[in-house]
């Protein structure tokens, strides 16, 4: 199998999974565009103003590897203060996805907080499954996700 994908990065294929969502690089622990985690938008403000807030270059920290930007001071510092409280679970990467082994982009109105914690989905259809058993889904991106990681790094 490692043999295969070598054969198909090498040949420049992507790779489709979940339903045409385009399979993402699993270098860095947070699903960033351009460096900037999950799209742009503040993490805080899923938790504080309950919705999606696109952050600002203003209020910026880097976390993980990426750049966290945020709507106001006041969310980077809650940021700053307890980054794990925020962050999204499985590095910003959809939720259902790493529960089928895979690393899917999102969209940043596709989430939800459950006991607490964020987590994001590729889009509302996805959401929708992944609402049907987020505690299964959950179990299974839990164990999941930390090989989802490394995988492509052993195969090369």
Not at 72 to 86: C, E, M, R, T
């Amino acid at each position: 199998m490692n043999r295969f994908i070598r054969e198909l990065r090498s040949a420049g294929i992507l790779l489709l999974v979940a339903g045409s969502v385009q399979l993402a690089s699993a270098a860095s622990p947070v699903y960033a565009t351009d460096g900037v985690a999950i799209r742009g938008y503040d993490t805080v403000a899923y938790f504080v103003d309950g919705k999606p807030v696109k952050g600002t270059d203003e209020f910026v920290t880097d976390y993980k590897g990426a750049h966290w930007k945020f709507a106001s001071k006041d969310h980077l510092d809650k940021f700053k203060a307890d980054p794990a409280k925020y962050a999204p679970q499985y590095g910003g990467y959809c939720a259902y996805g790493a529960s089928l082994g895979h690393l899917a982009p999102t969209e940043p109105d596709a989430w939800a907080v459950v006991n607490d914690k964020l987590y994001l989905n590729y889009n509302q259809n996805v959401r929708a499954k992944w609402s049907q058993d987020i505690p299964g889904y959950n179990k299974k991106a839990d164990a999941a996700f930390d090989g989802l990681l490394k995988a492509p790094a052993e195969a090369e």
